[in-house]
């Protein structure tokens, strides 16, 4: 894996970043389509093995362009063109390969840790905790992202307010935000609700991937319209991947970038396209959406030797054909010329990154207050996890009912003793680990916007994890101790009882971090299972100690 050299840009230190936030419903920024972002010659390769040789594999090639404030610009081609490589590039999201060419803002070097702080990303995937509401969702997002040291809570409301009136929200406001297996609001509410917590900060950027994948022709056109009318109305530079739109959907957009093999076959204005490739000599149908028919005109055909040796010349003959024609600087098609330099200043304008937003106590009380809504909304869970150790408890008592002081109830005693233990260890471990399956993709999502430490992430879930497993495993342990009739002293009960609540939280802290180490979930299950079960075994219940083997006496240590 390359380091990149891409020479980036951001603005950290000026006014807009800096200043003061206006509420949104006086937010038109005093915009005369300035270029917001520029790229000149963005080349990407990735590197990967084939037949055990490494080869180079050429993703983007000499891409060039701009973002101006207020524009909504499409990025369009057939799978594997590099719509989202591009779309990730710009947004500095790249990881991995060999990146090199230009990105400015502003016409001047981004800082990458304040570059954030200034964009949004709303990808393609929705995610978000479904048991919370849509208000809930957003208010959390505020919570997190926007800082204290700028905004009242009062602020903070009405910033969530707005969006939802903005994003037309209203009806779902106190709808759920729903899964697979719970109900919640349709899949047009969910991807505005995504895009709703990404423009509660106000960006200068906003980056979507493929945000109409997998809705309707109704809600696409309106996710669309909605995005298109707030970038107007904020002046935002909105960059967006779509693949093969409808046609108006195509129309609404103000410029298209149409890509092919990592290159630009198209670069203008959208109300153009069709006479660009009409001198070309690919007039478009009249009864054809214009989107289908460049797509396939840039599209290789695999459907035989020949025809995908035809559609590879093809497609190089449309890139080259732009790329001279961008190059002749030409305003056939565009009033607005791209800028002869894109270069840029070459001081670098950093500012102050001050990250992150809010303070540590902040962050973790927020989480946690998170993080117990929706254990509280989870009502099978928590039937669960009050029903099982009370009938565990209750089972195993009367198993062990009324235990004699005899030899035979001294080894009962043992057995009661090694059941609370594994009462205390796997029962624990599957919530932790079902825990770090279903909000990886969420903690990966909010850290990569800086919306809170990690650390405050994980104790978040610590403090609310220990607290509920202790709660729901007392009654286990009081109904085995007294009904099995162990020593019935109150020091003896509370010092049991004690080490009880130590296994507990020792296995629940194991579990959150094996959790968080190893994915996937499949394999969390099979490997914390089997160091568990070491454990056990090494626990001096099975086997004395000094009859181990010598090659093994060290696993009771672990």
Not at 243 to 254: E, G
Not at 322 to 327: D, K, T
């Amino acid at each position: 894996m390359h380091t990149s050299d891409i020479q980036t840009a951001d603005q950290a230190g000026s006014s807009d970043a800096s200043s003061r936030f206006i509420p949104l419903q006086a937010m038109k920024r005093n915009h005369t389509a300035e270029v917001v972002l520029s790229w000149k010659d963005l080349n990407y390769q990735v590197s990967s093995v084939l037949n055990g040789q490494k080869v180079q594999r050429k993703v983007l090639s000499g891409i060039t362009g701009e973002a101006r404030a207020g524009e909504a610009i499409a990025l369009i081609g057939s799978s594997g063109a590099g719509k989202t490589t591009l779309l990730n590039a710009l947004s500095g999201r790249i990881v991995g390969g060999h990146l090199t060419g230009n990105i400015l803002y502003r016409g001047a070097k981004r800082h990458p840790g304040t570059f954030k702080r200034i964009t949004s990303f709303v990808q393609q995937d929705d995610l978000m905790h479904p048991l919370l509401t849509v208000d809930e969702t957003l208010t959390y997002a505020s919570r997190l992202r926007l800082p204290n040291s700028e905004y009242t809570p009062k602020e903070k409301d009405e910033r969530v307010d707005e969006a939802i009136r903005q994003l037309r929200l209203e009806a779902a406001r106190n709808t759920r935000i729903g899964d697979g297996s719970t109900r919640g609001v349709s899949g047009g509410e969910r991807k505005r609700v995504s895009i709703g917590a990404e423009l509660l900060t106000d960006p200068q950027l906003l980056f979507l991937d493929e945000p109409t994948s997998g809705l309707d022709s109704n809600s696409s056109e309106m996710v669309v319209e909605l995005v298109k009318s707030i970038a107007v109305e904020r002046g935002i530079a909105t960059l967006v991947t779509i693949h093969q739109p409808s046609a108006h959907i195509f129309n609404m957009f103000d410029k298209v970038i149409l890509l092919s093999q990592g290159r630009v076959v198209y670069f203008g204005p959208t109300s153009s396209v069709i006479d660009y490739f009409g001198d070309l000599g690919f007039q478009c149908p009249m009864h054809e959406n214009p989107a289908d028919y460049f797509v396939r005109i840039m599209t290789l055909d695999y459907r035989s030797e020949d025809m995908l040796a035809k559609s590879k010349e093809q497609v190089k003959e449309l890139a080259d054909a732009f790329a001279a024609y961008s190059s002749s600087g030409t305003d056939k098609y565009d009033n607005e010329k791209q800028p002869d330099n894109l270069s840029g200043i070459e001081s670098e304008i950093s500012g102050k990154i001050n990250l992150p937003r809010n303070s540590w106590i902040y962050e973790y009380t927020t989480l946690a207050r998170r993080d117990w809504l929706n254990i509280f909304r989870n009502i099978n869970y928590c039937i669960s996890q009050v029903l099982q150790p009370i009938v565990m408890g209750l089972l195993i008592g009367f198993m062990y009912y009324y235990l004699e002081d005899d030899a035979l109830g001294v080894q009962n005693r043992l057995g009661v003793l090694y059941i609370i233990l594994v009462q205390g260890t796997f029962p624990i471990f599957f919530p932790p680990l079902a825990l770090f399956s279903s909000e990886l993709n969420i903690l990966t999502r909010e850290r990569s916007v800086a919306a809170y430490r990690l650390t405050s992430y994980y104790l978040s879930k610590t403090t609310t994890f220990i607290p509920l497993v202790l709660i729901s495993n007392t009654p286990f342990y009081i109904a085995v101790y007294f009904i099995s009739r162990l020593t019935l002293e109150a020091g003896k009960f509370f010092i049991g009882l004690g080490i009880f609540y130590a296994l507990n939280v020792v296995f629940v802290m194991f579990m959150l971090l094996f959790g968080a180490a190893v994915q996937p979930i499949e394999v969390a299950y099979v490997l914390s299972t089997a160091a568990i079960t070491v454990q056990l075994l090494f626990n001096g219940f099975f086997v004395n100690f000094h009859t181990v083997t010598v090659v093994l006496k060290w696993i009771r240590w672990l």
